[in-house]
């Protein structure tokens, strides 16, 4: 640590003393410190500014960004010796997650993760690449005193044409109020006229950087996305909770002969519409018969006399929160037994999880109990989880899973 500022008017550095237990915790590389977790503090600490935690010995144990409004009190950066966190600090942790990523994609793939949060040391943050657009997802308010500084470091090493900002859902006020930033702000660079246009694995997408879900896109799914294009040759595909039809423009592509999207979202099947548009170029795709069905999910899977050979189960989470996971894993069962209905015979499942709280090994169980209630055999294919862009560090950031099963009766 440097010492203290020389500046009088600035406040002492922010010092907390935290329980035995989370000491541990901490120790062990965790990076979230909750609130009832801290038994002493020098001061109110305020949103943004980092935090000391000091051990029961009295030495540094490790640095953070303190947020006063959440539970998640301090988002652990650094553990060990004392460091000081400055700008070139913070060029040689964007520097790691740069490497980590290199030589991952070739020329075809122009869209993916460059930043995912804590499990790359930048707690609560997230820089996903649409080509030449790079999306600033901020999860904590501890970010946004510090954004001029961090969008320096980013413009410094990041080639990109324009930065765009979206922030999480209940950081939106405090942003507004207090910094004058608003979820869609472009922070450098030209206001898009609409939705980018990035490459994967060769296959265009557009990404509503602005608005849309997550960052724009569901760039964790890329390597779903290409088995099942591997797997949809002159198949009847069925993608439900579509959004803009990432698994269905694969599955055309690799030679299916319909691809239905099914998403209660117009405005989701606009985009899968377009994006097939995109891709006209590949005959495959020029080829397949696309349908959109606007509709809950749940009920049309359930009311349909349709079958198909292949269907994507992606839902969005449905365990926001620990409380839910039981009535989430039963929601997943009774989803995968509907499913299952209207596979016809050598049909694959391709059943996916985004809920955190759901662990994979459960869901998977639950898929496999749906398979075994449909009464058909069936064996499987593989499991998935995180690609090499979404790292999962620590068990929190574990949420996607993918089972696949294949029905051969
Ligand atoms: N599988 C997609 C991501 C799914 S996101 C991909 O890989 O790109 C979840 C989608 O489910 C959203 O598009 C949302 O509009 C849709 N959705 C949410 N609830 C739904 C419901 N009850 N029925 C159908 N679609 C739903």
Same mark, same amino acid.
């Given at each position: 640590?440097?010492?203290?500022?020389?500046?009088?008017?600035?406040?002492?550095?922010?010092?907390?003393?935290?329980?035995?237990?989370?000491?541990?915790?901490?120790?062990?590389?965790?990076?979230? !410190?909750?609130?009832?977790?801290?038994?002493?503090?020098?001061? @109110?600490? /305020? *949103?943004?500014? $980092? &935090? #000391?935690?000091?051990?029961?010995?009295?030495?540094?144990?490790?640095?953070?960004?303190?947020?006063?409004?959440?539970?998640?009190?301090?988002?652990?950066?650094?553990?060990?010796?004392?460091?000081?966190?400055?700008?070139?600090?913070?060029?040689?942790?964007?520097?790691?997650?740069?490497?980590?990523?290199?030589?991952?994609?070739?020329?075809?793939?122009?869209?993916?993760?460059?930043?995912?949060?804590?499990?790359?040391?930048?707690?609560?943050?997230?820089?996903?690449?649409?080509?030449?657009? !790079?999306?600033?997802?901020?999860?904590?308010?501890?970010?946004? @005193?510090? /954004? *001029?500084?961090? $969008? &320096? #470091?980013?413009?410094?090493?990041?080639?990109?044409?324009?930065?765009?900002?979206?922030?999480?859902?209940?950081?939106?006020?405090?942003?507004?109020?207090?910094?004058?930033?608003?979820?869609?702000?472009?922070?450098?660079?030209?206001?898009?006229?609409?939705?980018?246009?990035?490459?994967?694995?060769?296959?265009?997408?557009?990404?509503?950087?602005?608005?849309?879900?997550?960052?724009?896109?569901?760039?964790?799914?890329?390597?779903?996305?290409?088995?099942?294009?591997?797997?949809?040759?002159?198949?009847?595909?069925?993608?439900?909770?579509?959004?803009?039809?990432?698994?269905?423009?694969?599955?055309?592509?690799?030679?299916?002969?319909?691809?239905?999207?099914?998403?209660?979202?117009?405005?989701?099947?606009?985009?899968?519409?377009?994006?097939?548009?995109?891709?006209?170029?590949?005959?495959?795709?020029?080829?397949?018969?696309?349908?959109?069905?606007?509709?809950?999910?749940?009920?049309?899977?359930?009311?349909?006399?349709?079958?198909?050979?292949?269907?994507?189960?992606?839902?969005?989470?449905?365990?926001?929160?620990?409380?839910?996971?039981?009535?989430?894993?039963?929601?997943?069962?009774?989803?995968?037994?509907?499913?299952?209905?209207?596979?016809?015979?050598?049909?694959?499942?391709?059943?996916?999880?985004?809920?955190?709280?759901?662990?994979?090994?459960?869901?998977?169980?639950?898929?496999?109990?749906?398979?075994?209630?449909?009464?058909?055999?069936?064996?499987?294919?593989?499991?998935?989880?995180?690609?090499?862009?979404?790292?999962?560090?620590?068990?929190?950031?574990?949420?996607?899973?993918?089972?696949?099963?294949?029905?051969?009766?």
């Amino acid at each position: 640590m440097s010492p203290p500022a020389a500046n009088p008017a600035a406040p002492p550095r922010l010092r907390l003393r935290i329980t035995a237990t989370a000491e541990s915790i901490v120790r062990g590389g965790h990076p979230w !410190l909750f609130a009832d977790s801290i038994h002493e503090s020098n001061r @109110p600490g /305020l *949103t943004g500014e $980092l &935090a #000391v935690i000091f051990d029961r010995k009295d030495r540094f144990l490790a640095i953070g960004l303190y947020d006063a409004d959440s539970p998640i009190r301090v988002r652990i950066l650094h553990v060990g010796k004392p460091q000081t966190i400055d700008a070139v600090w913070w060029q040689a942790r964007l520097k790691q997650a740069l490497a980590r990523r290199a030589g991952l994609f070739e020329a075809s793939t122009t869209g993916y993760r460059l930043i995912h949060g804590e499990s790359d040391g930048w707690p609560g943050l997230v820089l996903d690449k649409y080509d030449s657009t !790079l999306v600033l997802k901020l999860y904590t308010a501890a970010w946004l @005193p510090r /954004l *001029t500084e961090i $969008l &320096a #470091v980013l413009k410094n090493d990041v080639a990109g044409e324009r930065i765009v900002l979206r922030l999480s859902r209940n950081i939106q006020a405090a942003a507004g109020q207090q910094f004058q930033l608003q979820d869609g702000q472009v922070l450098f660079g030209m206001t898009p006229e609409g939705p980018v246009v990035f490459s994967e694995n060769g296959i265009r997408f557009e990404a509503e950087v602005l608005r849309g879900q997550k960052t724009g896109f569901f760039l964790d799914q890329r390597e779903n996305r290409r088995e099942v294009g591997l797997l949809a040759a002159g198949r009847r595909v069925l993608n439900a909770f579509s959004f803009s039809g990432g698994f269905s423009v694969y599955a055309a592509r690799g030679g299916a002969t319909s691809v239905t999207d099914l998403d209660i979202s117009a405005h989701a099947l606009e985009s899968a519409k377009r994006n097939f548009a995109l891709n006209q170029n590949f005959p495959a795709v020029a080829a397949c018969r696309h349908e959109t069905v606007q509709a809950d999910a749940f009920e049309w899977i359930e009311q349909t006399p349709a079958k198909f050979d292949l269907i994507v189960l992606d839902p969005p989470s449905l365990a926001k929160r620990a409380t839910e996971k039981e009535g989430a894993i039963r929601a997943y069962e009774r989803l995968n037994v509907l499913g299952i209905k209207l596979l016809a015979r050598d049909g694959i499942l391709v059943a996916g999880s985004c809920s955190a709280h759901v662990p994979a090994v459960e869901f998977f169980e639950a898929v496999r109990r749906a398979a075994v209630k449909a009464g058909r055999k069936f064996s499987e294919l593989q499991t998935k989880l995180h690609p090499a862009d979404h790292p999962a560090g620590f068990k929190e950031a574990e949420y996607l899973k993918v089972i696949y099963l294949k029905f051969t009766t």
